[in-house]
């Protein structure tokens, strides 16, 4: 009997070591981080291309063009597996400014080169991410897709803007809906820290409706802006 005993007993060590090590590679998985809060920089680029302003008493060839921005980023990124993880993308809104394109003047009212009318934007974008290499790389690329949704609030036509529609006027820009995509870079600083760099682009579609005194003009306009991200993200 205690000679089976000591026979016996490599195998069960060996089932043993199996067991820890199991529960050791567990544990180590279970211990990777789910959650990463980013902070960082949101430089937009827009690719902005707009119908001529059309509607009673328009002159021909008015458009307009918008200036690229910067703002604060802010990202919330949750781990799905060893590849995967979703993200939701925010800039503090910013303030963006439309100006004249077209006839240097309507009338005799200064017009292109202008600043006609100003609004800010909330555009959260939601991507589902694919991350390269093993969690643990020092340097590991990603890409994703989404969906984008932009709100244009605090629209104002500014002084020059009703000058050139010819008196004090209201600006409406429906909501957008639109597809995102997104490619990037994580670098591990640490094993919470790491430091982002990531380029995306998105389709933001609306129609402007601007009314003077009860008259509508508008134009279709395509913003399609394109962002440059850098940032530092905590992950816990």
Avoid at 28 to 34: G, K, T
Avoid at 66 to 76: A, C, K, P, R
Wanted: proline share 7%; with cysteine.
């Amino acid at each position: 009997m205690t000679l089976l005993n000591i026979r016996t007993l490599p195998a069960s060590l060996t089932l043993i070591v199996a067991s820890v090590g199991c529960a050791a590679s567990a544990g180590a998985d279970d211990a990777v981080p789910n959650n990463d809060f980013r902070l960082g920089s949101y430089t937009v680029f827009y690719h902005a291309s707009a119908d001529d302003l059309s509607g009673p008493y328009v002159p021909a060839g008015l458009n307009f063009r918008t200036d690229n921005i910067e703002t604060l980023y802010v990202g919330y990124v949750r781990r799905l597996s060893t590849h995967f993880a979703a993200e939701l993308a925010l800039g503090y809104p910013p303030a963006t400014k439309t100006y004249g394109v077209g006839p240097a003047a309507v009338g005799s009212v200064p017009y292109s080169g202008q600043a006609i009318s100003t609004a800010r934007w909330l555009a959260p974008t939601a991507f589902v991410e694919y991350n390269f290499f093993a969690e643990d790389a020092v340097l590991r690329p990603f890409i994703g897709i989404g969906l984008n949704y932009t709100n244009f609030y605090d629209r104002r036509s500014t002084a020059a803007g009703d000058a050139a529609s010819g008196g004090p006027t209201k600006i409406e820009l429906p909501p957008s809906f639109g597809p995102a995509a997104t490619v990037g870079l994580a670098y591990r600083i640490a094993p919470h820290w790491h430091a982002y760099a990531s380029y995306s682009g998105s389709k933001v579609n609306t129609r402007l409706t601007s009314i003077t005194a009860g008259v509508d003009r508008t134009s279709h306009i395509e913003f399609n802006p394109q962002a440059l991200v850098v940032s530092v993200g905590y992950a816990f």
